[in-house]
């Protein structure tokens, strides 16, 4: 009767099911030795393996005697007790298909004969186990007639479970080698490296970190980041990244620091970052690179301290000669149109020089956290009407077309109406001064942020002007960056301008960004959120210290 093909579980249970009605005392050790063997064999030791597997296995067949040999060792590991043949290694070995690959079944030749206590055997299968370790390992069954098709369908199931085995095994070989691959990058690397798990607790933490926090990886490791990582004045600031960024796309962070080291001393660190997400994009780990800028954060300090001093040294004259100038404009009636030229020209590098020296000290506080602003609720309509009426007279004694749109949408904001004001001021100036011939057109537009659903308004300023190259796009917001387009056209300036717009934007919750071309001109946006009802009516003229 031909037999049909049973499902892998099936098989299992039938496996099981013949441990049990063997009439051994032993048949329940049996089936609890079969479960522990296949659910925890790591293959460290090839020897106690087969043993205690060929055991089992001659347990569970109808038919046949059970042989495990070492192909490699030309050794037989084990053997059912019945067969007492000695030379039963040559012949194996012998016989053994050599180009045997992975794990498979295989009938012996017909007439090969292997002489036990039992009658000439008759048939042979061959499996070969690679899995138990890096030699080739062969099980093999005899029988005296041919082998029953349900042991041989049995075989087969056995086969597929040491697949199995093969695959999992030389994942578990594969990731075990990739963690110490990876545990000795980590402790290689010049920059502190921390991996943190979904709950936010430390999972990696290299001896750079150790040196920067004093903490060692002993220590950090399974602990909550709060308690290592201590961000003085932003005790929150993974769970507000990971919590603003989890019905968003985005996954890299980037901020500075002062922290509360081992020792209760503060260091600056820079943490650069990237969060982790699993198929379903939900936040799975966080992964940061942590670097000590204490000497950078000094030297600069140092650096602001100088220029603050210095530009204050030089505005007490300058303010001077800026006086004496306008008096001396004021009183221009008897010279000569050349002298009046000169005294125009003195009177204008004058008045950059303080500019100048305004802009660095308005920097220093920015970098210090000293700029105060004072928040109030606006119509940004307004504050942008106010600066395009005081600049298009500019643009058209230059000969360029000047467009403001106003919305019929509502555009209230919480800002501080002069910061604001210096924020236009300089984009609108720069559209002017920047383009030569075409139009500077300033319109509004209304959204909605998909995630929080939060209403902003956006001022739109283009221009038809040089344009900036692509090259230069990435640091047109640094200090002391002017592009090269702009420096040929001998436009007066230190490239502090958009930098302190950039930040004033930022210190007041709002965006800036460019889009630019080469001789097609910019685009500059500035994105606001609209004030609520209750934001408008709590906020009343109060001071913020950013």
Not at 468 to 496: C, H, Q, T, W, Y
Request: glycine share 6%; net charge positive.
């Amino acid at each position: 009767m031909k037999s049909t093909k049973s499902r892998p579980s099936q098989l299992w249970e039938q496996w099981l099911a013949r441990l049990h009605g063997i009439d051994d005392p032993q048949k329940d050790y049996y089936r609890l030795e079969l479960l522990q063997l296949l659910t925890h064999s790591s293959g460290a030791d090839t020897a106690r393996f087969c043993s205690r597997f060929g055991t089992i296995l001659c347990h569970s067949l109808h038919s046949g005697s059970v042989v495990i040999f070492d192909k490699k060792n030309n050794r037989i590991i084990y053997k059912d007790p019945s067969i007492s043949d000695r030379s039963l290694e040559k012949k194996i070995s012998a016989r053994l298909p050599i180009s045997t690959e992975g794990i498979s079944i295989r009938q012996f030749p017909r007439g090969v004969k292997i002489y036990s206590q039992q009658p000439p055997i008759k048939s042979i299968c061959s499996l070969k186990m690679n899995f138990i370790s890096d030699e080739e390992i062969f099980l093999i069954v005899t029988s005296p007639e041919s082998i029953p098709g349900e042991d041989r369908q049995f075989l087969h199931f056995v086969a597929g479970v040491f697949r199995l085995f093969e695959k999992q095994l030389s994942t578990e070989r594969m990731l075990s080698q990739e963690q110490r691959l990876l545990t000795l990058l980590t402790q290689h690397i010049n920059e502190g490296l921390v991996l943190f798990s979904k709950d936010l607790a430390v999972k990696i933490w290299n001896r750079p970190l150790q040196r920067i926090t004093g903490y060692s990886p002993k220590e950090a490791i399974g602990k909550n980041y709060q308690e290592i990582i201590r961000v003085l004045d932003k005790s929150d600031w993974l769970s507000n990244i990971t919590s603003s960024y989890k019905d968003s796309d985005q996954s890299g962070f980037i901020f500075d620091g002062k922290i509360l080291t081992k020792a209760k001393q503060t260091k600056w660190i820079s943490v650069s970052g990237s969060l982790l997400r699993d198929g379903s994009g939900e936040i799975e780990q966080a992964i940061a690179l942590v670097r000590d800028i204490s000497k950078e954060k000094a030297l600069e300090q140092r650096k602001n301290e100088f220029i603050s001093i210095a530009t204050h040294e030089l505005r007490t004259p300058i303010t001077a000669i800026k006086g004496y100038l306008s008096l001396l404009q004021s009183h221009a009636e008897q010279l000569s149109d050349k002298q009046k030229m000169y005294l125009n020209n003195a009177y204008s590098a004058t008045e950059r020089l303080v500019g100048l020296a305004e802009d660095l000290l308005q920097v220093i506080r920015l970098d210090e956290d000293r700029m105060k602003f004072n928040l109030q609720v606006v119509q940004l309509t307004k504050i942008v009407e106010k600066v395009s009426i005081d600049f298009s007279e500019k643009a058209r004694r230059k000969g360029l077309e000047f467009q403001l749109t106003l919305p019929p949408f509502d555009t209230t904001i919480v800002a501080d109406p002069i910061r604001l004001e210096q924020v236009f001021a300089n984009l609108i100036d720069n559209a002017i001064k920047y383009t030569t011939k075409g139009s500077i057109s300033i319109a509004f537009e209304h959204f909605s942020e998909k995630v929080t659903k939060e209403d902003k308004v956006t001022v739109v300023i283009k221009d038809t002007g040089i344009g900036i190259d692509s090259k230069d796009l990435d640091g047109v917001f640094e200090k002391f960056n002017r592009s090269d387009r702009a420096a040929n056209m001998r436009e007066p300036g230190a490239g502090l301008g958009l930098y302190i717009v950039k930040s004033f934007i930022e210190k007041q919750q709002g965006k800036i960004a460019l889009k630019s071309r080469p001789r097609k001109g910019s685009t500059f946006a500035v994105t606001f959120p609209i004030a609520e009802v209750k934001m408008r009516s709590n906020i009343q003229g109060n001071q913020y210290n950013y």
